[in-house]
């Protein structure tokens, strides 16, 4: 079928609005008329590099309009978030970790599925697509059944989007990984979608010091609302500041920059034991840090879409949305889809909390 897609024609250019042929669904596949979906920064980071031509966006809602034969999952007209990608065969999936997939990134940034095909292809030619299980910068798309999750037909299908990567990535690096009991603290670095859905899940682990830290001042704004105690302005005071905030220095800590001086500031923050979630895929190809800030028994550790099992995390997190917990629709700003640009350059400055397409 003719569906139109966002085409980024090469690295770094401005994506276009174009026609392509999407084909599918397979037998393990389904085909999801989007309705909307997010802007995430791993979109727009992949951009600057990503083999082209390509289709990316991973942050997709919609409805259900054919299922392959062995699906059976979900079924035409049931309203579905759109999420990650994993083979469910290797340890990690069998033990309920899917986002540490050992075929993780073959399965979501190879921009083709296993067999080499790509579903979308434009002039004829098959492009890249297939990232984090849809390319879901289009107004339909073919996703594998593992990467669809069902949702209630009450949920607004604009805000659930980013609960597929942003808001479950924050919250689950909050609520499956790090833990933090009430009365906890937690200093959350960058206060992006991601950063901020940390700062609200935190928030709803009962922790009583909460400190966004970030370079803009709309999005510390954005963090208090959501419930931080402390707004600390990034930069060379950002590391007193923490300290007069926690003297003993913090339980927790999540860095969302993705950038080797405030990864080493996060560390540096933190109390003896305490634990550091590295979520930010940033600019720095290398962190360090000196072997005695770990040395008291701090922990640094990675985190993938939060550690989540999306089938089970994804309706959980939006029952606490429904519920008022987890006001993170709060941080959507809706473009129309052919207005894709503007997004791109809101998402890219900050100016809003979490840009969303809608078709
Ligand atoms: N690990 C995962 O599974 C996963 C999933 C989704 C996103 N990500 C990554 O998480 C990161 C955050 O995503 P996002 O959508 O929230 O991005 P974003 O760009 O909206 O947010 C990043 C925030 O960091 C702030 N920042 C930049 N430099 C800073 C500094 N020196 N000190 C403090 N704050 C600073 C920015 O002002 C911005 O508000 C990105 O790197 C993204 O690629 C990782
Ligand atoms: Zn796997
Ligand atoms: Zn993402």
Redesign the pocket.
Known sequence: MRVTAAVLHSPGEPFALRDVELHGPRPDEVLVRVTSVGI???D??FATFFGTPAVLGHEGAGVVEEVGERVTSVSPGDHVAMT?HSCGRCRQCLTGAP?YCAHFDAVNFSGRRPDGSSAVSLDGTEINAHFLGQSSFADHVVAPARAVVPIGKDVDLTVAGPFG??FQ??AGAVLNVLRPGPGSSLAV????????ASVAAAVLSGCSVVAA????PA?LDTATALGATHAVP??DG?ADALRSIAPDGFDFAID????A??LRTAVESLAPLGRCG?????PSPEMSFDWRSVLNGRTVT?????GSMPQVFLPKLLDLHAAGRFPVDRLVTRFPFDRFDEAVDA??H?TV??AVLTF
């Open positions: 995430c920064a791993t727009l980071e990650f986002a990567c942003g990535t924050g670095f960058g206060a992006g979608a991601v950063g901020a830290v970030d370079l803009n999005r990034a930069g950002a969302t920059t993705g950038r001086d405030v590295v979520v930010g895929v940033g990675g985190v993938i879409a939060g998402a890219r900050g909390g979490k």
